[in-house]
């Protein structure tokens, strides 16, 4: 029913989802990293946000949003190099 390529992205994307709860930080990262340089993923912003929230101590403003600022490095860090190599 769906293709190769879309179950391995929602695949991921749910184990970034779970790995942000259950697994250790750099599980999240490299899942993040996986899905930002294959596709043009928003759900890297998503997992980002969605990691800061969980994680951040205390006040909401007191600290920085380590993994959103990683997310959206990633996706336009990536971007170029995807365009070049991995798009047919």
């Known amino acids: 029913m769906w293709s190769t390529g879309l179950t391995v992205r929602c695949t991921l ?3 970034g ?6 697994a250790s930080p ?3 990262l490299i899942v993040m990293g996986l899905l930002a340089l294959r596709w043009r ?3 890297v912003l998503v997992i980002g946000l ?3 929230f969980l994680w951040l101590p ?8 380590l993994f ?3 997310a959206i490095a990633l996706v336009w ?4 190099l995807r365009r070049e190599f991995l798009t047919p």
């Open 68 to 70: 959103t600022f990683a």
């Open 50 to 52: 969605w990691m800061d």
């Open 77 to 80: 860090g990536f971007e170029p």
């Open 41 to 43: 993923a928003w759900e």
């Open 13 to 15: 994307a749910l184990t």
């Open 17 to 22: 989802f779970i790995a942000a709860v259950f």
């Open 26 to 28: 750099w599980v999240v």
């Open 58 to 65: 205390g006040a909401f403003f007191s600290s920085l949003p």
